[in-house]
């Protein structure tokens, strides 16, 4: 995964972001980001990437979801598009559903041994 991030504020949910610089392999990339045991998942690429095959899966979403129907959860989709004067920006396109799993201990535990380098707020 390219980005680990663990909510401190809410209850710790661990969120994995897999960036990629094309749609394609941003999808290329689902079947690994399926096995990672965390409840937000996440894929990101340019926007301006997307071709017909890849609009299209995204459209039906179905590339989303765990292979089993019974199972919670799907992939959130973001997008990262080009400003102006070179800046980046990124627009959530699908939002991520929650994965049931247990690591939120694993979560807890991270947090209070590493001190955050990145903050944000509203």
């Given at each position: 995964?390219?980005?680990?991030?663990?909510?401190r504020?809410?209850?710790?949910?661990?969120?994995?972001?897999?960036?990629?610089?094309?749609?394609?392999?941003?999808?290329?990339?689902?079947?690994?980001?399926?096995?990672?045991n965390?409840?937000?998942?996440?894929?990101?690429?340019?926007q301006?990437?997307?071709?017909?095959?890849?609009t299209?899966?995204?459209?039906s979403?179905?590339?989303?979801?765990?292979?089993?129907?019974?199972?919670?959860?799907?992939?959130?989709?973001?997008?990262?598009?080009?400003?102006?004067?070179?800046?980046?920006?990124?627009?959530?396109?699908?939002?991520?559903?929650?994965?049931?799993t247990?690591v939120y201990?694993?979560?807890?535990?991270?947090?209070?041994?590493?001190?955050?380098?990145?903050?944000?707020?509203e």
């Amino acid at each position: 995964m390219d980005v680990l991030a663990i909510d401190r504020d809410g209850v710790g949910d661990p969120l994995v972001v897999e960036i990629k610089a094309a749609a394609k392999d941003a999808l290329a990339a689902i079947p690994q980001l399926l096995r990672i045991n965390a409840p937000y998942r996440w894929i990101a690429f340019l926007q301006e990437t997307e071709d017909t095959e890849t609009t299209q899966a995204l459209a039906s979403q179905d590339v989303l979801f765990p292979p089993s129907k019974a199972e919670a959860g799907r992939i959130g989709v973001i997008a990262i598009v080009r400003l102006a004067g070179g800046d980046l920006g990124a627009n959530v396109r699908i939002r991520a559903e929650r994965f049931a799993t247990t690591v939120y201990d694993l979560a807890m535990q991270f947090s209070g041994s590493h001190k955050a380098n990145i903050q944000f707020g509203e």
